[in-house]
């Protein structure tokens, strides 16, 4: 036993010694305001499915969805965001049901608009779930995915869900020119409040495949590979970011999220606008696996992945671990 003290002036953990010591010196906080929830329609009435490689999350028809928007809402999560899983007879080539008036989304947008007024209502702009060969954008003869083709479909899907009431659209299929396009179609139009949120810096990432079960898509030929970004890019990103920025986007978003959260931080760095970031299906999956094992606590891994997508830099975050953090903050 040392009975002299020697020269240790400095101690770190004086301010860890009690939960109320470590909540005065805690730097970033999680709160229901920063969460937007991703939510998967399917056509019909009074009907839920199990997305079998998302345990706990659910595709929803209309009437459940608005439900399950209103208790969202009533915990504090401002915003939803909807994707929908489209009959395979009603898909083609051009992904034309991504502009039917009364499509799934734009049904879903004028229902959630009229029975939850202050919810924030973001809607997707990408043709994917609505084109037989599960791609964004519209391929040729040769299987390349045309950029300006493309951009005519993504501003009549934007006119759609616009006139239907969308808060933000959310563009995410990563076409050249589609932030600029789809504003001066809003503005032209009268929809000059309707917000744009780009996917500024969308990965080509392997993490994306439950969500694709999820949606009931696959791709017929060849990856997305000539639109999504190269997972070894950052300066990439940030030119991204910069384009967007310039083409009138209001915020900008990184996805997937845990991967990348030094892209999330750069682009903070060279942007005004708001950061978000998406915690995309397969980063849902893999912890709701382990969980099932009994290899990890979900509600304890969430939780330290949320807060450190925020400590990136993240304003906001798309998650599917909407309930278990909401349960976690309560
Ligand atoms: C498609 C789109 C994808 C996601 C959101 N929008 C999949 C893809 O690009 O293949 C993925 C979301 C997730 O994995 O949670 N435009």
């Known amino acids: ?12 953990r004086r301010n860890r010694q009690t939960s109320s010591i470590r909540q005065l010196a805690q730097e970033h906080t999680l709160c229901a305001g920063d969460f937007v929830a991703p939510l998967f329609l399917i056509p019909g009435d009074k009907r839920r499915e199990q997305i079998e490689a998302m345990p706990g999350i659910e595709r929803h028809s209309v009437d459940f969805l608005v439900k399950e928007a209103e208790i969202l809402h009533a915990q504090g999560i401002p915003a939803v965001d909807l994707f929908p899983s489209i009959d395979p007879f009603a898909k083609d080539h051009e992904g034309s049901e991504a502009w039917n008036p009364n499509g799934l989304v734009p049904t879903a947008i004028r229902l959630l608009k ?18 037989s060969h599960g791609h964004d954008g519209i391929p040729n003869e040769f299987h390349e995915i045309e950029n300006d083709l493309t951009l005519e479909a993504l501003i009549r899907q934007s006119l759609i869900y616009a006139e239907a009431g969308a ?18 179609a809003l503005d ?42 190269d997972p ?28 990348y959260l030094d892209v999330i ?5 060279k942007t005004t606008l708001p950061v978000g ?47 278990q953090i909401l349960d976690l903050l309560n």
């Open 188 to 229: 032209a139009q009268g929809f000059q409040n309707v917000g744009i949120l780009s996917y500024c810096a969308k990965y080509a990432s392997a993490f994306y495949g439950p969500f694709r079960n999820a949606i009931q898509t696959s791709l017929s030929f060849g990856d997305k590979k000539t639109y999504q970004m």
């Open 114 to 131: 009229r029975e939850v007024p202050s919810l924030c209502v973001i809607a997707d702009i990408a043709l994917d779930p609505y084109t």
């Open 1 to 12: 036993m040392a009975l002299t003290t020697f020269e240790m002036l400095k101690r770190p």
């Open 167 to 184: 808060d933000i659209l959310a563009p995410s299929d990563m076409m050249d020119g589609r932030v600029k396009f789809i504003r001066e």
């Open 277 to 323: 970031a998406y915690h995309v299906s397969g980063e849902y999956a893999m912890i709701m696996a382990a969980h099932e094992r009994g290899w990890l606590d979900a509600q304890k891994t969430f939780y330290e992945s949320l807060i450190g997508i925020k400590r990136a830099g993240a304003d906001f975050i798309f998650t599917y671990a909407i309930n």
């Open 265 to 269: 931080a750069k682009i903070k760095e």
């Open 232 to 259: 070894a890019n950052v300066r990439e990103a940030i030119r991204e970011a910069i384009l967007d920025e310039e083409e009138g986007a209001d915020m900008l978003m990184v996805k997937p999220a845990l991967p």
